[in-house]
């Protein structure tokens, strides 16, 4: 850098140099000192300049969530408390799955229901069919009961299962009274009549001469499962 102090000058001359000099030497401090503040103003103006460009981009972003939104209609969602708007959609998620919860419990109720008109509806068809060996008194319960554990509901129509699949005859899916023939009867013949002649208790006299009970005997017990045994070793008489 050019030093003034350096400079050769007459004597003549030498005490008005030496004042310039001094001056000289003030000003270039002071324009050193004004270039170091603009080069800081600038790095931080640069940094600024820096800052704005990442917070618009950021803000561009956040406006393309809002393209095609009608400025008119985000009016009416002035003032709303995200907080008390948060708490009333979990009340109402609340009050969704109770009711769920409620048509759930409706649906299985009017399946079972469904189910125990198609079994009695099996029952009585079947004894129509089979008049000679129908259902014993008080097993009708029992039987109401396998029949609701291997049914489901197809299309409001009741199909029974055999093994875990559709109960299926030469004609294709069976109906309920065909599962209590095929698949009940030979499996559990105590709970029906048998023909005369044929030697099995149950609701008839058997070749031994079986114990007896009277139908209002019979009909006073309240356990399905105490109806079948009595039905299996006695005959029910009407006195």
């Given at each position: 850098m050019f030093d003034i102090k350096k400079v050769s000058v007459p004597e003549g001359v030498k005490e008005q140099f030496q004042a310039l000099t001094q001056n000289s030497e003030f000003m270039l401090s002071l324009v050193e000192q004004v270039n170091q503040y603009a080069a800081t103003e600038k790095q931080e103006l640069k940094s600024k300049l820096s800052e704005f460009r990442t917070n618009n981009i950021e803000l561009q972003k956040q406006l393309k969530q809002f393209e095609g939104v009608d400025p008119e209609k985000l009016e009416q969602f002035k003032g709303i408390d995200p907080d008390k708007l948060k708490g009333e959609n979990q009340q109402k998620d609340t009050v969704i799955t109770e009711l769920e919860r409620k048509i759930n419990d409706l649906t299985q109720s009017i399946e079972q229901s469904?189910?125990?008109?198609?079994?009695?509806?099996?029952?009585s068809k079947y004894n129509q069919q089979h008049k000679s060996t129908p259902v014993v008194d008080g097993a009708a319960e029992l039987l109401m009961e396998k029949i609701r554990g291997n049914a489901k509901l197809v299309d409001g129509k009741l199909v029974m299962q055999q093994d875990g699949k559709d109960f299926i005859t030469e004609n294709g899916v069976g109906t309920p009274d065909q599962w209590i023939e095929k698949v009940i009867q030979p499996s559990m013949p105590f709970l029906f009549k048998q023909p005369a002649g044929s030697g099995a208790?149950?609701?008839?006299?058997?070749?031994?001469?079986?114990?007896?009970?009277?139908?209002?005997?019979?009909?006073?017990?309240?356990?399905?499962?105490?109806r079948v045994e009595i039905a299996k070793t006695h005959t029910i008489i009407s006195q």
């Open positions: 469904r189910i125990n008109e198609a079994a009695l509806t099996a029952i208790t149950g609701g008839t006299a058997s070749a031994g001469g079986a114990a007896t009970i009277t139908r209002k005997e019979f009909e006073a017990i309240s356990d399905p499962a105490k």
